[in-house]
Each structure stands twice: as C-alpha cells, then as structure tokens.
C-alpha cells in the first residue's frame, strides 16, 4: 500500500505508517521542514520530498491508496481550499482514501479570528463516500 501523508507538524504519522509496512511518502513545500525530516530520522523508510500542494509531482496522480492530510487545509485562505483539496484527491488511486485531519465549526457559526477555528468548506474534491465525523 503506498501513502502520502503531509508532514509538517505530524511527520510521526509518516513514520508509523512506514513502521506498519506501508511505502510512504511525505513531502512540505519548505526545503527546511524535509531536511528536519532526514536529520530527525536517518535511517527512515519514508520518502521525504519537496513538492507544493497546490502543484503537485505528475507521477503522484492516481498513484496512492491513502493520503493523510492534517490540519493544513484550515490554515490556507478559502480562495485556495477547494483547488488543494483537488490536488488531494487527485493523488488517490481508484479505490483509495483520504483521510482529513481538522479542526472546524458548524457550518451556521461564526468563524473564529484564528484561521485555525475557521471551517474546512472545500467540498469533498471529486471523492466519492465522503464522511464526515466530529470528535468528542
């Protein structure tokens, strides 16, 4: 099974998903966030790489059964949400998944001054059987 989690705050997750077996890649688009990466996991399985979210390597288009995005698209302004989570699913292979990862509010509230309280209102990319849960 091949992966491909966002790193920047959650590079444990690559590494665990590394550790089950699965071929991961993770990348940021800060060259600095990769070279933490390598230095904090020398002898990682993970592919670390530089890439934009937003324009993402060709060879990435259909080519993963997971993608595991957290907490990045809440950050972005809203005018790009919708084209980030389109490059997120274009990454999934025919059968894969896309886990997401974010803090958010009911629709019908007010958003918070923090981008991070604000709404991930992007849609759901072309996915198909999106679902979505709250935690307690």
Known sequence: MR???KPERRV???EELARRGLDVTAFDIAPTAIQWCRRRFPQSRVHYQVADL???PLEWTGA???VLESYTL???PPTLRGRAMQSLAGCLAERGRLLLICR???PQEEPAAHPAGTYVSCGTGGARGAEFR???
Do not use: M
């Open 104 to 106: 958010g509010r009911e």
């Open 64 to 66: 993963f059964d997971l």
């Open 3 to 5: 992966a491909i989690p």
């Open 134 to 136: 709250g935690l307690p």
């Open 74 to 76: 809440q950050v972005l």
């Open 12 to 14: 444990d997750d690559a």
């Open 54 to 56: 937003l324009n993402p």
